[in-house]
Structures are given as structure tokens and as C-alpha cells.
């Protein structure tokens, strides 16, 4: 068994900020500079060892290295082992996969997306996570790189591209949605402008996003089949991030380090986490328009995203948007009001 501790996350759930974090109050590092990029994510850090390709970890375990920290995520036992849907047959394997990770390391975390977080990690999976950064090459050099691991053509389309163009790719990829693309008299992706991508995402791409987690059930389930595991909600960095941390680093049996800078480190990596109250601001938005409350949410800076979940939202609470042409969402609920239908 390696002396390795093994950080495993959703991708977008900061696992290398933990990395970094374990590292630098450990004392291990020189600098108290965060290595936070443009976007706000650690992928800088270069003394991190992200394993995400299969068969990296494979190859890793069965090797002679031995490094104190791997970064995995739940894709990285093979090429098939994490699709969008956590549906039962995915449990199943990633039960399988623990259980390889535990039987050869001592230590695992496992970073998990939430019901209050999933629009948080999945913004910042859209809009955080370039090839350039986590892979550290050009773009033309990381896909050379992809493919000579063997990656699929499509999962390295989907990690060249970003922002809106990387959910255009997934809702193009999804089986059977250009039938869907017939409803507003399109035959390719391209063709859409923002309100009917909008109206279209909001129908068929929505559920993808909410299929990002794991249910309260199946955590349940995994803690109590993998008690040595320790779990960790991402929503505890926003809701309580110092005793988190804290319990990362004594649960890696860490000796503390540099705490005084606690707080300060805090500050400096939530001034850059533009979308950590997404799933709490999107449901202050949804409760002031079905109540008609007046709500100013300009400050919150939404993402398409975001917009594709509030008209979704809307529609299950039988409040439909006049989209028509509406390409830029009003943002309160006075100019809103004008173009809403409520049954």
C-alpha cells in the first residue's frame, strides 16, 4: 500500500485548491501566494499530480513513484466510469472503484457536488475549466497529449471547447436532440439564437445538470460501505470553510502549519468564487418572481446557465417566459414581469 493521500472530486469541486491547501499548511511550501489563475482555480499549482486519464492512476498504483498527494476524479478508472447521469448502474461501478482506491491507499477524501451546490460546480465546470490550464499545454499540444492517451474524439472536443460553446457541444452530443432541434425549425445547433438556445436548454439540458449528483440515499449508502472514506460536501468551503479545512488536514493526518493565515487565505480564494452563491441567489430570484416580490439581481452577474435554470424553474412552477426575441433577461422582477405567463 502507498504512503499516498488520495484527493478525489468532481471536477470543478476545487480539488486542487485542497491540494494546495494541504500542502501549504503543512508547511511544505515557500510561498504564501495562492496560485489562484484568472478564473479563480488552483490549476497553477504545479507541485499538484492530477490523475484524471485512464489508466494514469492505474499505472501510478501499480508503480514504484510515490508522491504524498494524488488528485483523481470519479472518470479516472477508466474511460467509461463516470458519465453525466449518477444512475444506478454508475453507482455500481464507482462503488467498485472505491473500493480499488481504498484497497491501495490509505487515505481517500472524496469531494462531492450537492442539491445547494450542483449549479455552483456546474458553472464552474462550464466557465472555469480550460484545457490549457489543467492539462499545462497549448491547446494544439494537450489534444496531441488526450490522444495519445487514448481518450475518446469526443470527450477531447468537449475539453477544447468553453463557456456556451462547450454546452452547445453537449446538448448537440446528447442522442436524438436534433429531432428536438425541429420545434423551433432548426437542423443544427448553430442555427440558434440565445433566447432559443435558452428556451431549448431549459427543456432538455437541465436535467443533465441536476443528474451531476449523487442522492442523499446513495451518500448515505457509499459512507456507510466506505467508513474509512471521508466524505466532504463542497458546500461546507462556503458554508464553513475554515473547520473544513481543518478537518481535511487532521483527517491526512497533517500536522498545521502557517494557520494564522487562515482567514486571509479564505478571503483571497472567495474574492475569486464568482459563482458560489449560484444555487442560493437563483432561489431568491425563483421565490421573489412566483411571489411577486421585487428582487434587483443584477449584482449577481448570471451566467447562461443560471438563465437556463431560472426558465426552467419557472416552467415547473407554471409560470412561463414570453422568450420571443429575448435574448438579454431582464434583471428584476419589474422588467421581468412584462414578459411572464402565469397559469
Same mark, same amino acid.
Given at each position: 500500500?502507498?504512503?499516498?493521500?488520495?484527493?478525489?472530486?468532481?471536477?470543478?469541486?476545487?480539488?486542487? *485548491?485542497?491540494?494546495?491547501?494541504?500542502?501549504?499548511?503543512?508547511?511544505?511550501?515557500?510561498?504564501?501566494?495562492?496560485?489562484?489563475?484568472?478564473?479563480?482555480?488552483?490549476?497553477?499549482?504545479?507541485?499538484?499530480?492530477?490523475?484524471?486519464?485512464?489508466? #494514469?492512476?492505474?499505472?501510478?498504483?501499480?508503480?514504484?513513484?510515490?508522491? !504524498?498527494?494524488?488528485?483523481?476524479?470519479?472518470?479516472?478508472?477508466?474511460?467509461?466510469?463516470?458519465?453525466?447521469?449518477?444512475?444506478?448502474?454508475?453507482?455500481?461501478?464507482?462503488?467498485?472503484?472505491?473500493?480499488?482506491?481504498?484497497?491501495?491507499?490509505?487515505?481517500?477524501?472524496?469531494?462531492?457536488?450537492?442539491?445547494?451546490?450542483?449549479?455552483?460546480?456546474?458553472?464552474?465546470?462550464?466557465?472555469?475549466?480550460?484545457?490549457?490550464?489543467?492539462?499545462?499545454?497549448?491547446?494544439?499540444?494537450?489534444?496531441? *497529449?488526450?490522444?495519445?492517451?487514448?481518450?475518446?474524439?469526443? #470527450?477531447?472536443?468537449?475539453?477544447?471547447?468553453?463557456?456556451?460553446?462547450?454546452?452547445?457541444?453537449?446538448?448537440?452530443?446528447?442522442?436524438?436532440?436534433?429531432?428536438? *432541434?425541429?420545434?423551433?425549425?432548426?437542423?443544427?445547433?448553430?442555427? *440558434?439564437?440565445?433566447?432559443?438556445?435558452?428556451?431549448?436548454?431549459?427543456?432538455?439540458?437541465?436535467?443533465?445538470?441536476?443528474?451531476?449528483?449523487?442522492?442523499?440515499?446513495?451518500?448515505?449508502?457509499?459512507?456507510?460501505?466506505?467508513?474509512?472514506?471521508?466524505?466532504?460536501?463542497?458546500?461546507?468551503?462556503?458554508?464553513?470553510?475554515?473547520?473544513?479545512?481543518?478537518?481535511?488536514?487532521?483527517?491526512?493526518?497533517?500536522?498545521?502549519?502557517?494557520?494564522?493565515?487562515?482567514?486571509?487565505?479564505?478571503?483571497?480564494?472567495?474574492?475569486?468564487?464568482?459563482?458560489?452563491?449560484?444555487?442560493?441567489?437563483?432561489?431568491?430570484?425563483?421565490?421573489?418572481?412566483?411571489?411577486?416580490?421585487?428582487?434587483?439581481?443584477?449584482?449577481?452577474?448570471?451566467?447562461?446557465?443560471?438563465?437556463?435554470?431560472?426558465?426552467? !424553474?419557472?416552467?415547473?412552477?407554471?409560470?412561463?417566459?414570453?422568450?420571443?426575441?429575448?435574448?438579454?433577461?431582464?434583471?428584476?422582477?419589474?422588467?421581468?414581469?412584462?414578459?411572464?405567463?402565469?397559469?
Amino acid at each position: 500500500m502507498k504512503n499516498t493521500n488520495i484527493i478525489l472530486y468532481t471536477p470543478g469541486a476545487y480539488g486542487h *485548491f485542497i491540494n494546495w491547501c494541504c500542502e501549504y499548511f503543512s508547511g511544505a511550501l515557500d510561498s504564501d501566494v495562492i496560485p489562484l489563475n484568472d478564473l479563480g482555480n488552483c490549476h497553477a499549482f504545479k507541485k499538484a499530480k492530477l490523475l484524471t486519464i485512464h489508466p #494514469q492512476f492505474k499505472n501510478y498504483t501499480e508503480s514504484a513513484e510515490e508522491v !504524498r498527494f494524488v488528485q483523481i476524479h470519479e472518470n479516472s478508472f477508466s474511460h467509461n466510469s463516470c458519465n453525466f447521469a449518477k444512475s444506478e448502474e454508475f453507482l455500481k461501478d464507482f462503488s467498485n472503484n472505491l473500493n480499488y482506491a481504498i484497497t491501495n491507499y490509505p487515505k481517500l477524501i472524496y469531494l462531492f457536488t450537492t442539491e445547494s451546490s450542483k449549479f455552483w460546480i456546474a458553472n464552474n465546470q462550464i466557465f472555469k475549466i480550460r484545457i490549457e490550464d489543467w492539462v499545462g499545454l497549448n491547446t494544439n499540444a494537450a489534444i496531441d *497529449f488526450l490522444r495519445s492517451c487514448n481518450v475518446p474524439e469526443e #470527450q477531447i472536443t468537449n475539453c477544447t471547447l468553453y463557456g456556451i460553446d462547450r454546452i452547445k457541444y453537449q446538448i448537440n452530443t446528447e442522442p436524438g436532440m436534433i429531432n428536438n *432541434f425541429l420545434q423551433w425549425d432548426h437542423s443544427s445547433i448553430c442555427e *440558434f439564437e440565445l433566447w432559443e438556445l435558452r428556451e431549448l436548454a431549459s427543456k432538455y439540458y437541465y436535467d443533465t445538470i441536476k443528474s451531476l449528483i449523487l442522492t442523499k440515499d446513495d451518500i448515505a449508502i457509499l459512507k456507510n460501505k466506505f467508513p474509512s472514506i471521508y466524505f466532504v460536501e463542497v458546500d461546507n468551503l462556503r458554508e464553513n470553510f475554515i473547520d473544513t479545512i481543518k478537518s481535511i488536514l487532521k483527517y491526512f493526518d497533517i500536522s498545521i502549519s502557517n494557520w494564522g493565515n487562515i482567514q486571509n487565505i479564505y478571503n483571497i480564494w472567495l474574492s475569486k468564487q464568482i459563482h458560489i452563491n449560484k444555487d442560493k441567489q437563483i432561489d431568491l430570484i425563483i421565490d421573489a418572481i412566483t411571489n411577486s416580490h421585487y428582487l434587483n439581481w443584477q449584482e449577481y452577474k448570471l451566467t447562461f446557465l443560471d438563465e437556463m435554470c431560472i426558465q426552467r !424553474r419557472l416552467s415547473d412552477n407554471n409560470i412561463e417566459i414570453k422568450c420571443w426575441n429575448l435574448n438579454e433577461l431582464p434583471t428584476n422582477t419589474n422588467d421581468l414581469e412584462q414578459y411572464l405567463i402565469r397559469k
